[in-house]
């Protein structure tokens, strides 16, 4: 068979099987679950890929499932992601009684990755490829719940926070070299995609300030105010903001979590969280230090203490351009569009943990259309079934069917042309140098 006929046999499976595309991501949106809970959103995925001809594993970063097809051809292997794990926003119509809601839009992502593995391994089409797929549905993204987490680390369920970090961990990439994915958000009239998405990474800080306690009326002189080194700690921050470059798209966020205890004694422990985002992963270590230098600051000028517990969130995403061409080119050809009906980058202060894997290897990451709304917000809604869960299911397949085509050589090119920032073993050990504890003294 030729590519075009392929990608045709694609298409018309995909068409055959809407209904239940459609309904497994109705099914995950009716019961959302935070990420590393996502047992029965897992079994809803396992059960769709059942019957799929392929390897089927669960429990591949403590939950989420996948199945592989074609191992034993020689060529590239590209993956399909869909993540699992759902937002908290109490006030949607649709939430649950935890608060729970896939107002980030990660069920469409399942149909679309579940729509694509229907088109690719239920026609057939795979036999004709040359290299192996994967249809992956992965946990934890959202990068919340962080107290349920830390007790999964503590028990030694899982390493990091992230799905695709503890995913890789577990040595899930090791035979990956390309992967695609795609996200909801809502555009406006005329625009039907975002093709190439580079995003902020950001680091986290734990921060308590130790001061001395005494009556804040008989004696403030003999204590030392930790709720005063934090707010000189902010102030400082605030000073450092005019140093970081526009194009750098710095943001540092914070939060007191806990800013003392009675109003009569002076604070002597003061914790804060701080967000430090940044484009790059070099403005990323540099605002960090600058952050680091102010909350040091803060202590000696008080003569208190400063425990900084540092480590990385995710870091930046810089997706593949040529894989965006090739997305885009489907689009254009499946729909008639035109330039004008796509948004080429979007530059995004915001983060994922696929960033972390676009270091590594080349990534898709799209924006469809077919929702409105915020995205983690009470107004996300699902707007159009058809653009939302089947279109980016027959794109992303049909990108996947080009990648592999003709002795795989799109794919072979695209992997050529890319440039790893790290490998797997540097990457890891670059997690595990930024987890580090500072603490500055200059209590007498």
């Not at 809970?37 to 059942?50: D, G, R």
């Not at 549905?137 to 349920?148: R, S």
Request: hydrophobic share 40%; glycine share 8%.
């Amino acid at each position: 068979m030729n590519k075009r006929e392929l990608k045709e046999l694609c298409i018309k499976t995909i068409d055959e099987n809407r209904d239940e595309i459609i309904r497994i991501g109705n099914e995950i949106y009716k019961n959302p679950e935070l990420g590393y809970k996502e047992f029965k959103s897992t079994e809803i995925v396992k059960k769709a890929m059942e019957n799929l001809e392929g390897r089927l594993e669960t429990e591949i970063a403590y939950t989420g499932c996948k199945i592989v097809a074609n191992e034993e051809k020689q060529g590239p292997r590209v993956a399909i992601i869909g993540e699992l794990d759902s937002v908290i926003c109490a006030d949607h119509k649709d939430a649950n009684e935890l608060g729970n809601i896939h107002a980030c839009g990660h069920n469409v992502q399942i149909a679309n990755m579940i729509g694509a593995a229907f088109g690719i391994l239920k026609s057939g089409v795979f036999k004709h490829l040359d290299g192996s797929m994967e249809f992956i549905a992965i946990p934890a993204e959202e990068c919340v719940d962080y107290e349920y987490r830390a007790q999964l680390q503590k028990e030694n369920k899982i390493k990091y926070i992230g799905g695709k970090q503890e995913y890789l961990y577990r040595n899930g990439f090791d035979d990956t070299d390309i992967i695609l994915q795609c996200h909801m958000i809502g555009l406006e009239e005329g625009k039907e995609c975002i093709i190439n998405t580079d995003t902020n990474g950001f680091m986290t800080k734990m921060v308590t300030f130790i001061g001395k306690s005494s009556h804040a009326g008989f004696a403030p002189h003999e204590g030392i105010n930790a709720l005063n080194m934090a707010e000189l700690a902010m102030n400082n921050i605030n000073a450092q903001r005019e140093t970081f470059k526009d194009e750098d798209k710095v943001r540092v966020s914070m939060v007191i979590s806990n800013g003392g205890d009675l109003v009569n004694v002076v604070p002597s422990k003061v914790t804060m969280e701080i967000m430090v985002r940044a484009f790059s992963i070099d403005a990323m270590i540099d605002a960090n230090k600058k952050v680091n230098r102010a909350l040091q600051a803060a202590a000696l000028a008080l003569g208190g203490k400063v425990e900084i517990k540092d480590s990385i969130g995710y870091l930046p995403m810089k997706g593949d351009r040529n894989l965006g061409d090739i997305y885009k080119e489907n689009m254009m050809e499946y729909l008639n569009l035109t330039d004008d009906n796509f948004i080429m980058e979007y530059k995004t202060a915001g983060s994922t943990d696929l960033g972390d894997i676009s270091q590594i290897m080349p990534c898709l990451h799209i924006w469809s259309n077919g929702i409105t709304g915020g995205l983690h917000t009470e107004d996300y809604k699902m707007r159009d079934e058809e653009k939302a869960y089947i279109l980016p299911a027959k794109m992303l397949a049909l990108s996947l069917i080009d990648l592999l085509y003709d002795d795989a050589k799109q794919a072979k090119d695209v992997i050529k042309e890319f440039k790893p920032f790290f490998t797997k073993e540097e990457y890891l050990k670059f997690l595990e140098d930024y987890v580090a504890t500072h603490e500055f003294n200059y209590i007498d």
